[in-house]
């Protein structure tokens, strides 16, 4: 009996192209990404398929991919360094999504919670590619045999279906080891930023307010007037992380704060404990923009070049193939398809 393969450490991760980015992407997921791109290999990836699983404008969905690819480019994400592409044009995802929906269990799906809260009560008229979006996503990560994945707490049961998946294979087809399980990575500080209007919601792209998110592409002034808005409440901020119980928008913004600071939350609370809110938002306005306003104008700079992150995008494209093609046709093998 041989021993199980080892895997090298290879991280993958994606944002969907839809919508405006906003704060919570960037300090929950991009930021984190430009920090990972230096400890394993990485590959992030825009995912243009897992878009699809409802109704895009085609028009839309083309300048969103660019702008996602502004975004990893602006913020700091070297493609020279990770290998960043869009989905669609690695036809590996595809193909082995349909070998992953042919190893995992309907039962499994019917389980995963995203699912019932996107399809809502009509779930019969939903699309059955978002049914079937677990197993493209572990596609996704076990085509490039990626041995860690970011996640937030809404992935973290997809995660593990990729494992099951994973698993599963390697247990029927006696490759023991051929598939990685995956690990999450935590993302930590910033990981669940709260919408401005109402801090018991998550910061969302479709949040009918614009107020409610502070996007990549707003200018310093955009950005200032919305953290002016934001809704708070009449009482002194706490001077310890035990008052923000119950106080949801003051959490948000403090969280925020820590977040773009690179303080802790407890940190923060000394530094603006007994204190309004008209001490907290001028603070956090300006350190937002500070941070934020540079990356929004490279945004820009890039999204007004549309040849260069196209031909970054194909660059990345081709690395990416040339990674998962191999396992692909390793797993045909397995699989016994004539190759």
């Given at each position: ?59 839309a969905l083309k ?200 303080m802790s939350e ?74």
């Amino acid at each position: 009996m041989t021993d199980a393969p080892t895997h090298p450490p290879r991280v993958f991760s994606g944002v969907q192209p839809t919508g405006n980015l906003h704060l919570g992407n960037y300090l929950g997921a991009i930021r984190k990404f430009v920090g990972l791109q230096h400890e394993m290999e990485s590959l992030f990836c825009i995912v243009d398929l897992h878009a699809v699983t409802v109704w895009q404008d085609p028009k839309a969905l083309k300048a969103q991919t660019r702008e996602i690819a502004a975004a990893y480019l602006a913020a700091g994400i070297d493609p020279d360094v990770a290998t960043v592409f869009h989905q669609s044009a690695v036809p590996e995802h595809a193909e082995l999504a349909w070998l992953f929906q042919c190893v995992a269990r309907m039962g499994w799906l019917n389980r995963m919670t995203q699912f019932k809260d996107k399809a809502g009560k009509d779930k019969e008229r939903a699309s059955v590619g978002l049914f079937t979006y677990p197993t493209l996503m572990a596609a996704d990560i076990l085509a490039y045999k990626a041995t860690h994945v970011p996640v937030g707490e809404d992935q973290k049961q997809h995660l593990e279906l990729a494992r099951d998946v994973a698993g599963k294979f390697n247990l029927d087809f006696g490759a023991e080891g051929f598939f990685p399980l995956p690990e999450p990575l935590i993302r930590g500080a910033g990981a669940r930023v709260m919408s401005l209007r109402d801090g018991t919601k998550k910061m969302s792209k479709s949040d009918p307010s614009d107020l409610s998110r502070i996007t990549l592409t707003d200018d310093a002034d955009a950005i200032a007037k919305k953290i002016k808005k934001a809704k708070s409440d009449p009482d002194p901020l706490p001077s310890a992380e035990d008052g923000l119980e119950g106080r949801a928008e003051a959490r948000n913004l403090v969280g925020i704060y820590a977040a773009l600071s690179g303080m802790s939350e407890a940190e923060v609370l000394t530094r603006f404990g007994g204190q309004g809110f008209a001490a907290l938002k001028p603070a956090l306005a300006d350190l937002a923009v500070e941070k934020l306003a540079p990356i929004s104008s490279e945004m820009r700079r890039l999204m007004d070049d549309p040849g260069h992150i196209d031909a970054v995008l194909k660059a990345g494209a081709e690395k990416a193939s040339s990674i998962a093609g191999p396992i692909l046709r390793e797993t045909k093998e397995i699989v016994g398809f004539l190759t």
